[in-house]
């Protein structure tokens, strides 16, 4: 054991010592947030008001193009062709001509412009185009349009857990996103440091190192402390993202005396709120939020984090021991990372729409795809037996991982020059 302490050590001070490492945890936190925030900053920058000229032969759209943030429309007349080279002596950004049309089949309708444009400006038009056929035929049917609109409701349904604790209110939205977000964070995490273990491994490979080392370690002390050395490694850089973006959230809204999480400035806002139905639904998603059980899931994100990492950072470390190069590990890397996929692609199509069903129970059980599975059924609400169930048939997975892995970490450790085959890896478990 303290040998494996030994090793723990001096891979997670190695790690933790670098610059890279360092700079990262720096920056994590804002990388992060630019993934947010350099979008929508991006679309408001982009945002620009175009210019469109419509030239109705038909009469009928006089008041259907009203100017907006986005579009400026401008009505002229006159004959098509002088329309046209009037247009390209402007900075307009289209010109749209609307023919006499059959209101049975409006064909015929043209948007000219200098250059393409973008598909979101052509719905847009459509739409108006479309709008209002519809109304002119209403008209001619005898049919109030406004009357139509009135009649047309939107249905809110409220969720709420009922359970012998009492009634608690739930947001899908919510708990669908909380889902998402540890799931995620567990995927990569468990990708970026398990390829950290096996490019430590062929690193001290291929430099012989391990051949001195192994003098005074066993294979499987050796793996041990590596797996552990650099999960902890995880962690650190994961808390320290926590606890830095807690830090910034705080200086922000110290320094624009915005206190965005209390109660009486989020009431006041939806108070003040001109759409009430946006209002109910952002008041509704924010008692979601709250009731979301944070500990609960923080503490299991912790545990899945580290058994996952656990299971597949073996499994990573006998990939490196039984080649030479990065290269050779594409086709021992697949067989690995299915499960991790599939849980990605069944939680898209199964479990977020049915997250009691047998199949995501099932694949909250099976070790290899219960981190991203139970991650994403946790904000839902899992019974206590399940969770337990669950971990404990992880922490078995591991246990049966880490002890193949080390029967081919043995093996493979000291094997040069020659890329083996799955049929050779079989037969170093029983050497």
């Known amino acids: 054991m303290h040998k494996i302490w030994l090793i723990i050590q001096r891979e997670y001070l190695v790690r933790v010592r670098k610059k890279s490492f360092i700079i990262m945890t720096l920056l994590g936190p804002i990388l992060l947030a630019s993934i947010m925030v350099v979008p929508i900053w991006l679309a408001t920058v982009s945002d620009t008001t175009d210019t469109i000229e419509v030239l109705d032969e038909s009469g009928l759209f006089a008041n259907a193009f009203k100017d907006n943030a986005e579009t400026k429309f401008i009505q002229v007349s006159g004959p098509l062709e002088i329309q046209k080279a009037a247009f390209l002596k402007t900075d307009y950004t289209a010109l749209l001509y609307i023919p006499k049309l059959n209101l049975e089949k409006p064909d015929g309708i043209r948007l000219y412009s ?195 990492y656990l299971l597949y950072g073996a499994l990573f470390g006998a990939v490196g021991s039984a080649v030479d190069n990065e290269t050779d590990t594409q086709q021992f890397m697949l067989p690995i990372t299915i499960p991790l996929v599939l849980s990605f692609i069944v939680a898209q199509t199964v479990i977020i729409k049915n997250p009691d069903g047998p199949v995501a129970f099932w694949m909250s059980m099976i070790p290899f795809t219960s981190p991203i599975a139970m991650m994403l059924r946790l904000p839902f609400g899992v019974p206590g037996w399940q969770i337990v169930l669950s971990m404990l048939l992880l922490i078995l997975g591991f246990v049966c991982t880490t002890w193949v892995a080390a029967r081919i970490y043995r093996v493979g450790i000291l094997l040069y020059g020659k890329k083996p085959t799955y049929r050779e890896l079989s037969k170093w478990l029983f050497y």
């Not at 050796?222 to 050395?229: E, N, Q, W």
């Not at 320094?255 to 139905?277: A, G, H, Q, W, Y």
């Open 114 to 308: 200098k250059t393409n444009l973008g598909i979101t400006k052509l719905v847009q038009l459509e739409n108006i185009l479309k709008k209002e056929v519809e109304t002119l035929k209403f008209k001619q049917s005898g049919i109030d349009r406004e009357v139509l609109d009135k009649m047309k409701t939107d249905v809110d349904i409220s969720t709420t857990n009922l359970s012998d604790s009492g009634e608690q209110s739930n947001n899908a939205m919510v708990t669908t996103a909380a889902g998402y977000l540890g799931a995620i964070l567990i995927y990569m995490f468990i990708f970026i440091y398990g390829v950290q273990i096996m490019r430590g491994v062929i690193e001290e490979k291929t430099n012989r190192i391990v051949e001195v080392i192994i003098s005074s370690v066993k294979p499987f002390q050796l793996m041990a402390g590596k797996i552990i050395g650099i999960a902890a490694v995880g962690l650190t850089q994961f808390l320290l993202w926590i606890i830095l973006s807690s830090a910034v959230t705080a200086a922000v809204s110290s320094s624009f005396e915005v206190d965005r999480f209390s109660n009486d400035r989020i009431t006041e806002t939806l108070k003040e709120s001109k759409d009430p139905e946006q209002a109910r639904e952002m008041n509704n998603m924010l008692t979601a939020l709250d009731n979301l059980n944070i500990p609960k899931l923080l503490v299991c994100f912790v545990f899945y984090f580290l058994g996952g």
